[in-house]
Nanobody, 129 residues
Framework: QVQLVESGGGSVQAGGSLRLSCAAS??????????MAWFRQAPGQEREVLAR????????YYADSGRGRFTISRDNAKNTMYLQMNSLKPEDTAMYYC????????????????????WGQGTQVTVSS
């Protein structure tokens, strides 16, 4: 069973930056065989996708909430995915989760929670004004 562990969350003032990491282990194939994504969930709200990095390529997708401020990347040698978050706002306060699914088990463009098979436990990001 693939394991994903997020880290890098914390408290920051508005306008600040954080870099989240998602370390993957127990992979059945190299990490680039997986679609990987970042989601977040604020209290009382649904979990929403922020960004996705595609399998086999470095193609990326960003939701409106993160486009222009967030950058998703992957280090194949370290089996780790990242989310660089800049210009943080109080409304970015949430629990952040990484998710993954094997390319051959995925939909063509996974963006929903149900599209992903593996999830981390989450890391809290709190942005104060």
């Amino acid at each position: 069973q693939v394991q994903l562990v997020e880290s890098g969350g914390g408290s920051v003032q508005a306008g600040g930056s954080l870099r989240l990491s998602c370390a993957a282990s127990r992979l059945t194939a190299a990490i680039y065989h997986y679609y990987m994504a970042w989601f977040r969930q604020a209290p009382g709200q649904e979990r929403e996708v922020l960004a996705r990095i595609d399998s086999y390529t470095t193609n990326t997708y960003y939701a409106d909430s993160g486009r222009g401020r967030f950058t998703i990347s992957r280090d194949n040698a370290k089996n780790t995915m990242y989310l660089q978050m800049n210009s943080l706002k109080p409304e970015d306060t949430a629990m952040y989760y990484c998710a993954a699914v094997e390319h051959w088990l995925s939909t063509q463009s996974p963006l929903r929670e149900a599209d992903f098979r593996y999830w981390g436990q989450g890391t809290q990001v709190t942005v104060s004004s």
